[in-house]
C-alpha cells in the first residue's frame, strides 16, 4: 500500500517586512540580506497571531466538509507552544471544528518535528488505511531585534493530510534519521527569543545532510542524480545552497544543473517569508511543485534539520494531478500589507509571549480567519473572524 502526503497547504500573517528597509535600519549593506542570506521579505507577526492561529489557518485552506469528517489525529508540531501541558492541536482542533473523537497531540524537536509527525502518521495510516492524519507544522522564529539572527526571523505554518493512496507525494519505504544532543540553537522556558550559535549551527546543519544523505546512498543504491529535485528546510535561502553545494561540490553536468535549478524554484516563498522552523521544508516543497519544473513521476528528496539536534533524509514520488492538491500561495502572499521597520518593532514587542496578566487585543486590523483576542484568567482567547 502506498502511503504519503494527500494535500498540502501553507498560510502566513497579513503582513510583512521589507528587508532592505530592515538592512538600512540596521545599517547594513541591503545585499548582504539579499545575496549573502538570500532574503528579501520577512513577516511580521501581529499580537493576534500565534502558533495555535496560523496552524489552523493553514488547515483551513486544505479542508473540506467530507475531509473533516474523515480526520482520526491530528499531530501539531511546534517550537512556539502556547502552553507547558496543553498541546497546540487541541485549540486547532476546536477552530476548525472536527469532531470530538479526534486524537489531538504536540510534538517538539526544533525544526524537524513535523518530519517527526509525517512519519508517525504514516505508522498510524498503515494500521489503519481508511484514517487521515492532518498534520500540522507551525511556528513563529523569533531571535530578537538588533540580533545577528533577526534577518533570519519568519512566521508561518503548512497543513498535509497523510493518507493511504497519496495524490501528491507517495513515499518511498526508507528514510535515514540522525540526533546528537549538542547546542546549536535552543530556547530556555523563560526566553521568547531563540538563543543560536549561527556560524556553529550551520556546520552542523550541513554535516547532518551529508551523513543522513550517504547512508541513503547505501540503504538504497540511489545517487543524487537519481532525484529530479533536493528539498532542504530553509532557515534562510542561502542555507539550502551551502548544503547542496557541500554535495555536488564543483560538478556541472545536467543533473547537477538540474538539482541547482530545482533549489532555487524551492527557495522562492521561503525567500518572501523567512523561516518557518517547523514548516519549512515542507513550504520548500511547495514552493518547488508550484515554481519549478515538477512533474508526476518524478523522485524527490527531501531534507529536514532540526536545530538540537535531529536530522532526517526521505523521499518520495510525485504522484498524477498533484497541482490539484495545493493552495495557491503566490496569490496568497500577493495580498499582504507591507509594514515600516517601526511597525514591525511595534508588532515584535506586542506579542503576548510570557506575560502573565489580563489583555485584549485590537483585532481590526488583522484580516486573517482566527485571532487570539487576548488573555483572561490565565487562558489565552481564540476566535473564528466571522
Ligand atoms: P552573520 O554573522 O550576521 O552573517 O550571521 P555573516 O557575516 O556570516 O554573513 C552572512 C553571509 O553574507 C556570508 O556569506 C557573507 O559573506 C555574506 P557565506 O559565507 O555564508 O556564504 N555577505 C554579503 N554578501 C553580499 N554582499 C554583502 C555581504 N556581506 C556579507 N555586502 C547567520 C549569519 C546565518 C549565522 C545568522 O543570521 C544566524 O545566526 N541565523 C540564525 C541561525 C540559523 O538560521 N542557522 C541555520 C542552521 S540551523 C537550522 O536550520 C535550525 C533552525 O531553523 C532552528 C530550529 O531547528 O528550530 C535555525
Not at 79 to 101: C, H, M, P, Q
Not at 266 to 285: A, E, F, I, K
Amino acid at each position: 500500500m502506498q502511503i504519503g502526503i494527500d494535500k498540502l497547504s501553507f498560510a502566513t500573517t497579513p503582513f510583512y517586512l521589507d528587508l532592505v528597509e530592515l538592512a538600512r535600519a540596521r545599517d547594513v549593506d541591503p545585499n548582504k540580506y539579499l545575496i549573502g542570506i538570500g532574503q528579501e521579505k520577512q513577516a511580521v507577526v501581529p499580537p493576534t497571531q500565534d502558533a495555535v492561529t496560523l496552524g489552523a489557518a493553514a488547515a483551513l485552506k486544505l479542508m473540506t466538509p467530507a475531509l473533516k469528517e474523515r480526520i482520526s489525529t491530528v499531530l501539531v508540531a511546534t517550537e512556539s507552544g502556547v502552553d507547558n501541558s496543553k498541546a497546540t492541536a487541541v485549540y486547532i482542533k476546536r477552530l476548525l471544528g472536527l469532531s470530538r473523537f479526534t486524537r489531538v497531540v504536540e510534538l517538539k524537536e526544533a525544526c524537524y518535528a513535523a518530519t517527526a509527525g509525517v512519519m508517525m502518521a504514516k505508522g498510524l495510516v498503515a494500521t489503519d488505511p481508511q484514517s487521515v492524519v492532518l498534520v500540522i507544522g507551525t511556528d513563529i522564529a523569533r531571535y530578537g531585534l538588533n540580533t545577528p539572527g533577526e534577518v533570519t526571523q519568519g512566521a508561518g505554518a503548512v497543513a498535509m493530510t497523510i493518507t493511504a493512496n497519496p495524490r501528491l507525494l507517495s513515499l518511498d519505504q526508507v528514510s535515514v534519521t540522525a540526533s546528537d544532543d549538542l547546542m546549536d540553537f535552543w530556547r530556555p522556558l523563560y526566553s521568547e527569543d531563540a538563543m543560536v550559535d549561527g556560524k556553529y549551527s550551520t556546520q552542523v546543519y550541513i554535516d547532518f545532510f551529508l551523513q543522513t544523505f550517504e547512508r541513503y546512498q547505501e540503504m538504497t543504491g540511489r545517487q543524487w542524480a537519481d532525484f529530479d529535485a533536493l528539498l532542504f528546510h530553509l532557515p534562510f535561502t542561502k542555507m539550502g545552497k551551502k548544503a547542496l553545494e557541500a554535495l555536488l561540490g564543483d560538478h556541472d553536468d545536467p543533473d547537477s544543473q538540474r538539482l541547482r535549478a530545482a533549489l532555487t524554484a524551492s527557495q522562492q516563498y521561503c525567500r518572501q517569508v523567512g523561516n518557518l522552523y517547523t514548516g519549512s521544508l515542507y513550504l520548500s516543497l511547495l514552493s518547488y511543485l508550484q515554481n519549478g519544473q515538477a512533474r508526476p513521476g518524478q523522485r524527490l528528496g527531501l531534507f529536514s534539520y532540526g536545530s538540537g539536534a535531529e536530522g532526517e533524509f526521505y523521499s518520495g514520488v510525485l504522484q498524477p494531478n498533484f497541482e490539484n492538491q495545493l493552495n495557491d500561495v503566490a496569490a496568497d502572499l500577493a495580498t499582504r500589507q507591507q509594514l515600516s521597520v517601526a511597525e514591525y518593532e511595534k508588532s515584535f514587542n506586542g506579542q503576548l509571549g510570557l506575560a502573565d496578566t489580563d489583555v485584549s487585543f485590537d483585532t481590526s486590523k488583522d484580516p486573517s480567519p482566527f485571532w487570539l483576542t487576548g488573555q483572561g484568567g490565565h487562558q489565552r482567547q481564540y476566535q473564528v473572524n466571522q
